[in-house]
């Protein structure tokens, strides 16, 4: 028998308990508020962590339920416990969908539509530019990153990378390392951050990165929320530096009612839908490193706690 703890506000165990059962049948999970005897639980299926996560004194494995980490505190986790994240194609695909639906809508004016579409007209449009001559940067080439440069790619748009290590992307112009950042800002029409936030990245989306970017730029946030300066935000679009916003992560989510960015005329707020995973095909993954841990293996898309990602 292998011993699971679920924590989440956000996913259901209802969800994960059939593809997991049907791949490890002698799974036993159980949701945080049911477990009574924390020193008995093996591994722990988590978002963020669960109460008194300090009496869980004998887990092989954390393992997220999001791609990203950082909402599971590192600091806090105990030590010594292996750590990972999520990759699945569920993840990538509705993050590969949600970007090109954002990058269009600006691409194609439908933002400017939906105005004019609400206040009675006019009937005016500009031609549409070629996808060739929109550029798109997008901060960070890691497993989304990555499928989403090469998505726009070959969809005709001039996209540009940035991420922390050499990348090569077919088709794709990387940049690496703080110093090629404002090159990187300097050739975005349309800018998507699809960082890990870490100590190093929390911060970057603020006025010295916007006033690199072209004037009447775009920025789509998909990363996290304390990526964002959200004042250096509002600055930017109401001095027309940026000309909007497509925000999916916030700092408190839910977006309190009484937040600026609902009152923004050329903001987007979607509410940290941008993509999940799908615990039908994610399942096979979290089995595995189940298994792995119980051998006492490296995890599957093991985290490197110092570094953040
Ligand atoms: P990965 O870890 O695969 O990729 C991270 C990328 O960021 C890598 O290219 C990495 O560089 C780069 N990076 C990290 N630190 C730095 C730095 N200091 N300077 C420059 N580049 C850096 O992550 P994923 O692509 O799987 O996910 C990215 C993030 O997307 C998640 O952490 C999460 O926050 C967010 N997310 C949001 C969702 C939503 O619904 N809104 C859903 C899923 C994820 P290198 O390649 O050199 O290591
Ligand atoms: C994730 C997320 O990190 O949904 O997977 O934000």
Known sequence: MVKLVFHSDIDYLEDWLPPLR??????????????????????????????????????????SLGAGVDQLDLKKLP?????????????????????????????????????????????????????????????????????IASHLASAGFAVAGWARTPRQIPGVTTHHGWERLDALAAGSD??????????????????????????????INVGRGRHLIEDDLLVALRSGQLSGATLDVFRKEPLPPDHPFWREPNILITPHVATSANPETAAQQVVQNIERALRGETLLNQVDRDRGY
């Open 190 to 219: 349309i800018l998507i951050n699809l960082l890990p936030l870490t100590a190093e990245t929390e911060g970057i989306l603020s006025r010295k990165l916007f006033s690199q970017m072209p004037e009447g730029s775009y920025l």
């Open 22 to 63: 049907r791949l490890l049948p002698e799974l036993d999970a159980k949701k945080s508020a049911d477990v009574s005897d924390p020193a008995s639980i093996d591994v722990a299926l988590i978002w963020t962590p669960p109460p008194r996560i300090e009496q869980y004194c004998n887990l092989k494995a954390i393992l």
């Open 79 to 147: 030590k010594g416990v292996p750590l990972a994240r999520l990759k699945d194609p569920s993840l990538t695909e509705g993050m590969k969908a949600y970007c090109m639906l954002a990058v269009l809508r600006y691409h194609r004016d439908f933002h400017i539509y939906e105005r004019f579409s609400r206040e009675g007209g006019p009937w005016r449009f500009d031609l549409p530019k070629p996808a060739a001559k929109r550029r798109i940067g997008i901060l960070g080439l890691g497993e989304l990153g990555a499928s």
